[in-house]
């Protein structure tokens, strides 16, 4: 019951709305970990949650309170905006120049403008964990993009097949298999390899660093897996590779030639991105380039070098 003055008795209505609007946008964190993993790219991810927010402000008041959980709505909405975007990000993809590497993020006390005490942007708020980890998402980008939601949230967000059918509008019948397929592709094509602990990733990574710097050929082999790849993004926007480098031997030489044209005028520095050991070379300040690693068996096998200033935003003071 409302009174003449505009409030109803005993609810004031300003605290009511200030109350409500803290609940929404308490989900934001949530939701931009789940659009980067499903997007792998924060530009995009914070996006779609922008839209997903629209939405929900587009709707009446009386709309809004009808709902009875709001993150389920907000997850809901979210979640079917990013499977569009996949759909459409496959179409962009054929006429990307070059290899799509997802976009690297830093640890958030990294990022440019970040201070001890500072208020975090929501963005700031991804949570380094595995399932960010660059070769994760290389992994997930493989995937189609009803695979992709089924096992992103499922297998890391851990939704029962119910919900994540009332998500994605399909059958828990059909989630279940999707999800499934999935895991498949995760699941490495070559033999069992020994993961290699955090700390030593460090150390593969701070010799291969060393090694570079010193243009020393045959100690870089010697960190290289035989079957290494590298996979370069500059996105027609820097000059790179285009094709990915297969095999130890012929990476060392690439690293070598880089070595000779450009290095001394770079600085090469070792940073976490996406919560592994990565480095990131800068010239005068500016990164040009970050580098991701993928470490088994004491050895890289996969190394990413994103070029592309348009995924180097966050890296401005790295």
Request: glycine share 6%; hydrophobic share 40%; aromatic share 6%.
């Amino acid at each position: 019951m409302r009174t003449d003055d505009g409030r109803r008795q005993g609810v004031d209505v300003d605290s009511d709305f200030e109350t409500g609007l803290s609940t929404v946008m308490g989900e934001r964190r949530q939701l931009i970990n789940l659009t980067y993993r499903l997007l792998g790219s924060l530009a995009e991810a914070e996006d779609a949650v922008q839209e997903t927010y629209a939405r929900w402000y587009a709707m009446s008041r009386e709309q809004r309170d009808a709902i009875e959980s709001p993150g389920a709505w907000l997850t809901t909405v979210a979640t079917r905006v990013c499977l569009n975007l996949l759909g459409s990000a496959r179409a962009r993809r054929e006429t990307y120049v070059g290899e799509w590497i997802p976009e690297p993020l830093p640890e958030p006390a990294e990022w440019p403008g970040s201070r001890p005490g500072a208020a975090a942007d929501p963005a700031e708020r991804v949570t380094m964990d595995e399932s960010v980890s660059m070769a994760f998402l290389v992994l997930l980008d493989a995937m189609t993009p009803a695979e992709r939601v089924a096992f992103i949230l499922h297998d890391v967000f851990r939704y029962p097949f119910g919900e994540v059918a009332e998500i994605t509008g399909r059958t828990p019948a059909a989630c279940r298999q999707l999800a499934s397929s999935a895991r498949r592709r995760v699941q490495s094509p070559r033999p069992a390899t020994k993961t290699t602990a955090a700390k030593r990733r460090r150390d593969v990574v701070r010799a291969f660093k060393s090694a570079w710097e010193a243009k020393d050929i045959d100690a870089i082999i010697g960190l290289l897996d035989p079957d290494a790849v590298a996979t370069a993004d500059g996105g027609g926007q820097a000059v790179t590779f285009l094709e990915p480098i297969e095999g130890g031997e012929r990476i060392a030489h690439a690293w070598m030639e880089i070595a000779n044209r450009a290095l001394s005028a770079m600085t090469l520095l070792e940073r976490s991105v996406n919560g592994q050991p990565g480095l990131v070379a800068q010239q005068d300040g500016v990164t040009l380039t970050v580098f991701a690693f993928d470490v088994a068996d004491d050895r890289i096998t996969r190394i990413w070098a994103i070029r592309n200033p348009e995924k180097l935003r966050r890296w401005a003071t790295a």
